[in-house]
C-alpha cells in the first residue's frame, strides 16, 4: 500500500537554518518515496504575501521551500497544503511555484481506506477566546485586504510586533487554554462522521484513543519542527509518529 505522510508546524524561517536542512532533507528521502505529503499548516512562522516569491526583497527561503515542495510534486509523491495559524495567506503563486493543492480545513480525505479529518488544530482550541478572535479578524477579507496592501517591508514589520506582542500574550496564559477542548473534538468527530481525526497546532504530538457516541476512534497529533521535528506516517502496516 502506498505510504502517506503527515507534517505539520515546521514553522521554517531564515532565524532557524537547522530546521530548513531538516525540512530539505526530509524531502528528499522519506517524502520522495512516499505516495502523498499532507502539510497540515504552519510550514512557515508567518507568510505575508506570495510576492515574497517573487519581490526583489522577498525572502530567498520562501522561494527555496517552494522549489522543493515543486521537485517533489513533479515526482510521484502528491504535495497537498493546509493553512496554519501563521501562513493562511499562502496563496495561488505559492500553490503555482510549490505544485502544492490546497486543502479546506477541516477536510475528510481517505486515508489507506479510512475517512480521515485533517485540521490545522487551531479550530478546535475553544477556550482560547483571545484568540479565536483573533483569527476572526485576521480571516477576513478587510484585515487581509489591508494588510496585503501594505508593501513589502511593511508587512514584515506588522508580523514582527504581532509576535513580539503574542509571545507575551501566551507566555501569560494558562498552557491548557491553548490545547483542544474534548468537546470541540468530539463535536468534530461526530460532524464529520469519521474515527480517525490528524491535527497539529498544539505542539503536543500523541496518539489519542477515545470514544464517542460509543465509537472507538483515534487523534493523532502532529509534532512541531521547533524542537527536532518529525511525522505521522500510515501504511499497510498502519499509523506510527516518527520523531527525529
Ligand atoms: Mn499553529
New binding site residues.
Given amino acids: 500500500m502506498a505510504r502517506a505522510l503527515f507534517i505539520?508546524?515546521l514553522h521554517l524561517a531564515g532565524e532557524r537554518p537547522a530546521t530548513s536542512e531538516r525540512f530539505f532533507r526530509f524531502l528528499q528521502d522519506e517524502a520522495a518515496g512516499a505516495a502523498a505529503l499532507y502539510i497540515l499548516?504552519?510550514l512557515f512562522e508567518y507568510w505575508i504575501g506570495d510576492d515574497e516569491l517573487s519581490a526583489a526583497d522577498g525572502d530567498p527561503l520562501a522561494r527555496h521551500v517552494a522549489t522543493g515542495l515543486r521537485q517533489l510534486a513533479d515526482g510521484s509523491c502528491a504535495v497537498h497544503l493546509m493553512h496554519?495559524?501563521?501562513d493562511f495567506l499562502m496563496a495561488a503563486a505559492f500553490c503555482g511555484a510549490s505544485g502544492a493543492a490546497l486543502l479546506d480545513d477541516p477536510v475528510v480525505v481517505e486515508v489507506a481506506g479510512e475517512p480521515t479529518l485533517l485540521m490545522?488544530?487551531?479550530t478546535l482550541c475553544t477556550d482560547d477566546l483571545d484568540y479565536q478572535a483573533w483569527r476572526r479578524t485576521a480571516r477576513s477579507q478587510a484585515w487581509q485586504r489591508g494588510f496585503l496592501g501594505q508593501p513589502l517591508a511593511a508587512r514584515r514589520e506588522t508580523i514582527m510586533q504581532l509576535r513580539e506582542r503574542s509571545k507575551s500574550v501566551i507566555s501569560a496564559k494558562p498552557a491548557d487554554i491553548m490545547d483542544v477542548t474534548p468537546q470541540a473534538v468530539a463535536a468534530a468527530f461526530r460532524r464529520h462522521g469519521v474515527k480517525r481525526l490528524i491535527h497539529?497546532?498544539t505542539h503536543r504530538p500523541a496518539h489519542h484513543a477515545l470514544e464517542v457516541d460509543g465509537v472507538r476512534r483515534e487523534r493523532w497529533v502532529l509534532p512541531d519542527w521547533y524542537g527536532p521535528g518529525g511525522y505521522l506516517v500510515i501504511d499497510a502496516s498502519g499509523a506510527r509518529l516518527v520523531r527525529y
Fill in positions: 505539520s508546524d499548516g504552519d496554519g495559524n501563521r490545522h488544530g487551531d497539529g497546532h
